[in-house]
């Protein structure tokens, strides 16, 4: 079954202390991207990879790094987190971009 | 820069009535159009999306949307609400990167609810 998952899917943790997001797909899609969605948002773009070691920012990159060292995955990092950083994210991949296939989300709260 | 307007971040309709998700955009170059579906704790479904051709579009589950180039418009229709339409329903225009890969710029969202 095509795919893409998350994991965690909920993540309760502290100013500061680091934490990864990891993000897998199963389609070999080249396309890999992390947006935010917060209420009356809608979602928006943290950083996107167009294939492996190739990624760059988003609309909303500030306080998140990522890596792409496999096709198949893209992990979310947050070095530093803050409260601001408390979302619901979602990691979503296609081949070429012109639809994208979305994960179930982690939602995340930082206290 | 593109960018999307979703009408109305709350819309309530009867069960068999019509579904009406208004959707406007601004974009300098022929866009990409979707909407997709959120469902209760779950990730985006892609319901449809218009790239070239048809301007009417039809998608999953009864809905369909028509591309309106001179409106910018590109709402999202339903003729017969079912209780399982009730959702929050996004739209997106994709923002042509170099390289031939999209990026998605969404509305707000709109929250669907459907009563008996």
């Known amino acids: 079954e095509a795919q893409v998952t998350q994991n965690p899917r909920y993540l309760i943790t502290v100013t500061g202390k680091k934490l990864t997001v990891t993000c897998s797909q199963n389609m070999n899609h080249e396309y890999m991207s992390w947006y935010r969605q917060d209420p009356g948002l809608g979602l928006r773009q943290i950083y996107y990879?167009?294939?492996?070691?190739?990624?760059d920012k988003g609309d909303v990159p500030e306080g998140y790094k990522v890596s792409r060292k496999e096709k198949r995955n893209f992990p979310l990092i947050l070095e530093s987190p803050s409260p601001n950083q408390t979302s619901l994210y979602f990691c979503?991949?296609?081949?070429?971009?012109?639809?994208?296939?979305f994960g179930p989300g982690t939602r995340l709260t930082v206290l | 820069a593109q960018s999307v307007t979703q009408l109305g971040s709350h819309v309530s309709v009867s069960e068999g009535a019509l579904v009406l998700l208004r959707c406007n955009y601004s974009s300098s170059v022929p866009p990409y159009l979707f909407w997709y579906v959120q469902y209760p704790n779950q990730g985006l479904q892609l319901l449809l999306k218009y790239t070239t051709g048809a301007t009417l579009v039809k998608g999953i589950n009864g809905f369909e949307a028509e591309f309106k180039k001179s409106e910018t418009s590109f709402h999202l229709t339903k003729p017969s609400a079912h209780m399982s339409d009730a959702a929050e329903y996004f739209c997106a225009v994709s923002d042509q990167k170099s390289g031939g890969y999209n990026k998605l710029i969404f509305g707000a969202g709109t929250r669907l609810a459907v009563h008996p």
């Open positions: 990879s167009m294939n492996v070691e190739v990624t």
């Open positions: 979503a991949s296609s081949f070429k971009g012109v639809a994208q296939y």
